[in-house]
C-alpha cells in the first residue's frame, strides 16, 4: 500500500470551480483510493492506493474521473509522501529568511510535473520589479518566501495568475498540516 496527496488547483476561490470534498472523495474512492483524507475546501487530499500507474498517470486518471463527475477540467498534481516529505525538507529557511522559524504562511511550495516550468517562471519572476521576496527553484518544488505576505507579493501574483495554472502552490503551514495528516 503507498500514501499519495493530491494537490487542486483553482477549486473554491470565489464562486468558480466548486467542488466539494465529499465529491472529491468520492471520486478518489471510485479510482480504488482507501483511506481517503481531505484538508481543508482548496483540494488537498492523502489517501493510499495497492498499487499505482505512477504519479503523473494517476494525476491524469483523477482529472478524468473529476471531468466526467463535475465537469471541472482541473489539473490534479499527486505526489508520494516521500516526494512531498522531501519537497517539505528542502525549504531552506534560515538561508531564504534568515530566521530559522519564518511564518509559514508567508511561505509557499510550489509544485508541477515539468520542472522546466519552474524554470520559465523563474525566468519572468526576475523579470518584475525587486522585492524583498525570495524565490528559488529545487528540483522538485518551487520554493517562496514573501516578506511582506502573500497578498502584497508580485511573484506570489504571477503565481496564481492562469498562465501558470500547471503550477500549485501551498504556504508551508499547509504542507505541514497534510504531513501530519500521513
Known amino acids: 500500500m503507498s500514501t499519495y496527496i493530491l494537490l487542486l488547483r483553482g477549486i473554491n476561490v470565489g464562486k468558480a470551480n466548486r467542488l466539494p470534498m465529499a465529491t472529491l472523495k468520492t471520486v478518489l474512492e ?4 482507501q483511506q481517503v483524507r481531505t484538508l481543508l475546501n482548496s483540494g488537498n487530499a ?4 495497492p498499487a499505482s500507474p505512477g504519479c503523473d498517470l494517476l494525476g491524469d486518471q483523477i482529472a478524468a474521473a473529476l471531468l466526467a463527475e463535475t ?6 498534481i499527486v505526489k508520494t509522501a516521500a516526494e512531498l ?17 519564518p511564518d509559514p504562511s508567508r511561505f509557499l511550495l510550489g509544485f508541477c510535473r515539468d520542472p522546466q516550468i519552474f524554470s520559465q517562471f523563474a525566468s519572468v519572476a526576475a523579470t518584475l ?8 527553484i529545487g528540483n522538485d518544488a518551487l520554493y517562496l518566501y514573501c516578506t511582506d505576505g502573500i497578498n502584497q507579493c508580485p511573484i506570489a501574483n504571477l503565481l496564481v495568475s492562469k498562465k501558470w495554472r500547471l503550477i500549485t502552490g501551498r504556504n508551508l503551514a499547509t504542507v ?6 500521513l
Open 30 to 33: 471510485q479510482l480504488g483510493a
Open 46 to 49: 492523502v489517501f493510499s492506493l
Open 71 to 76: 465537469g471541472l477540467d482541473l489539473h490534479c
Open 85 to 101: 516529505q522531501a519537497a517539505a525538507g528542502a525549504v531552506n529557511a534560515e538561508v531564504m529568511t534568515g530566521s530559522n522559524e
Open 129 to 136: 520589479p525587486a522585492t524583498s521576496s525570495i524565490l528559488q
Open 176 to 181: 505541514q498540516k497534510i504531513l501530519a495528516m
